[in-house]
Structure formats: structure tokens, C-alpha cells
């Protein structure tokens, strides 16, 4: 079996924004989950975590190390 993700990370990735991560959050939201794009207390929070979500997907993480890779 191949995969296609993590990515080598690159030093930067113009494509890695708050708008990707928005319109992945909008996506669940459409998918009857809820909404985490407006505000409300702890939408910083549940942002951040998606995002982190996200980053982890598309360029992996070093666990051994406990840090990005």
C-alpha cells in the first residue's frame, strides 16, 4: 500500500492557511457537525486544534521526538 500523505514539510507552504483550515471546518459543519467558523467561547481553541489536526495530516509528526518533524 502507498501513501500519499505526510509531505516532505517545506520551510513554507503558502497553502497552509486560516482559510484552508476554515474551509475544512466549514465542510464538517455541512456534514452535520458542528459549526466551529463562527464565534463563540472556545472557537480560538477548537481553530487551533483543526489546524494542528491538519498539519499533522499533510506533514506528520516526530512522536519519538514529541515535536513537528
Known sequence: ?????PLPR????????L??????AQ?????GYPSIA???DGCGVDLL???????SLIYG???SEGHLS
Open 1 to 5: 500500500m502507498s501513501r500519499r500523505y
Open 10 to 17: 517545506p520551510a513554507a507552504d503558502s497553502r497552509f492557511t
Open 19 to 24: 482559510g484552508l483550515v476554515l474551509d475544512v
Open 27 to 31: 465542510v464538517l459543519a455541512e456534514h
Open 38 to 40: 463562527e464565534s463563540y
Open 49 to 55: 486544534a483543526l489546524q494542528q489536526v491538519l498539519f
Open 61 to 63: 509528526t516526530d512522536v
